[in-house]
């Protein structure tokens, strides 16, 4: 049996929590969060916080959008 093998037989017996868990943390490795995108992102998201609370910008109701989208 596979070092793989023993791992996924120890796996498979986790709680679904536990699992995906595992999961994001193996997922997470293969792809190293980049803390400059993180940041840039945080930062975009507040400013379009602030630009609609200030009216700056308007906002669409999600049944117009969905309805666009399922057509």
């Known amino acids: 049996m596979s ?8 796996v498979l017996a986790f709680n679904p929590t536990d699992k995906l868990q595992l999961v994001d943390k193996i997922l997470a490795s ?3 969060t980049n803390n400059g995108v ?8 507040e400013e379009r916080i602030t630009a609609y609370n200030e009216g700056r910008v308007s906002s669409i109701d ?5 309805k666009k989208y399922s057509q």
């Open 62 to 66: 999600e049944d117009e959008v969905l």
């Open 3 to 10: 070092e793989i093998d023993k791992i996924l037989v120890d």
């Open 30 to 32: 293969l792809q190293p």
């Open 38 to 45: 993180e940041t840039l992102w945080g930062n975009e998201s």
